[in-house]
């Protein structure tokens, strides 16, 4: 059975860091993407970082590039997003969730975490 756990979530002032884990287990994930998205209230959820496992190739939304900085522990089966300088508007759930290389949608997903920032 596929899961991926998330955890790291919490309460941050504005310009403070934190570092999201999200625990993979039940199949290998070598061909496949790994993606951080998240939900704010009332909004739809957006995609934020992905990271093609085999590769450690990585991709941003504009809005985080150069913050945060999503990474992958093969050993530890776990993908990380560092995030840093956080504002007000990154609060939000925050989903890890997995898709193959030549698929378009995400099939599974964590249960989130919830990051919220102080202004």
């Known amino acids: 059975q596929v899961q991926l756990v998330e955890s790291g979530g919490g309460l941050v002032q504005a310009g403070g860091s934190l570092r999201l884990s999200c625990a993979v287990s039940g199949r290998t994930f070598s061909t496949y993407f790994m993606g951080w998205f998240r939900q704010a209230p009332g909004k739809e959820r957006e995609f934020v970082a992905s990271?093609?496992?085999?590769?450690?190739?990585?991709y941003y939304v504009e809005s985080v590039e150069g913050r945060f900085t999503i990474s992958r522990d093969n050993a530890k089966n776990t993908v990380y997003l560092l995030m840093n300088n956080l504002k007000p508007e990154d609060t939000a759930v925050y989903y890890c969730a997995a898709r193959k290389v030549l698929s378009s949608n995400y099939d599974y997903w964590g249960q989130g975490t919830q990051v919220t920032v102080s202004s």
């Open positions: 990271i093609y496992w085999s590769t450690g190739d990585t």
